[in-house]
């Protein structure tokens, strides 16, 4: 998932953009309706093999300044993601959430200015092993005291990455999050 700092109309917009610079409009039709987050995925996201990509971008109503973008990739469709914020001055927060019944649990957010990383933070199961990596400058959200754990594991979880959004006013456990007054814009592939 990712958060865009900026209104749904704006990143509309630069959705056509991106379109239509890299020749992609012929690949994915785009459609505008209410929120049906269920239309893009069900449960986790999809990982590995060549499935058709689907994405919704929708105002939350508890947040009309700006945009959630989900898509149906385990990566969040991370590429369409930069090239969305390579189009505007907003901020753009992407995260991955997951928990211990993952095979390979991460945690992880990237914050992107004019599609260029400002900073990223993760914790990961790589194999047998966490691994821990942090690259940018610290960020006034976060506390980097997180950190120094001993236990990688422990330095960016779940419940770390979610107070680091109260922070800067964004709460996914918030039922407000996931619904929208406006219609969504939903991306498919062809």
């Known amino acids: 998932m990712s958060v865009l700092q900026a209104p749904l109309e704006e990143m509309g917009g630069c959705l056509t953009e991106v379109l239509s610079e890299k020749s992609l409009t012929a690949r994915y039709a785009r459609s505008v309706g209410a929120l049906k987050l269920e239309s893009v995925y069900v449960g986790r996201p999809l990982s590995g093999g060549r499935r058709k990509l689907k994405a919704v971008m929708y105002c939350p109503s508890c947040l009309p300044s700006w945009t959630v973008f989900i898509a149906n990739s385990e990566d ?17 927060i992407s995260i991955l959430l997951s928990d211990d019944s993952m095979e390979f649990p991460r945690n992880s957010f990237e914050l992107l200015r004019r599609g260029r990383t400002v900073r990223t933070v993760y914790s990961m199961l790589d194999g047998d092993r966490w691994e821990f990596f942090e690259k940018g400058e610290v960020q006034t959200f976060e506390d980097p005291a997180n950190y120094t754990k001993r236990k990688k594991r422990d330095r960016l979880d779940r419940m770390i990455v979610l107070r680091y959004l109260s922070r800067i006013g ?11 007054d406006k219609n969504a814009a939903y991306l498919v592939e062809l």
């Open 76 to 92: 969040g469709w991370q590429t369409l993601v930069n090239c969305l914020s390579a189009k505007t001055d907003s901020n753009v």
């Open 170 to 180: 964004i709460d996914p456990t918030d039922e407000c999050f996931w619904a929208s």
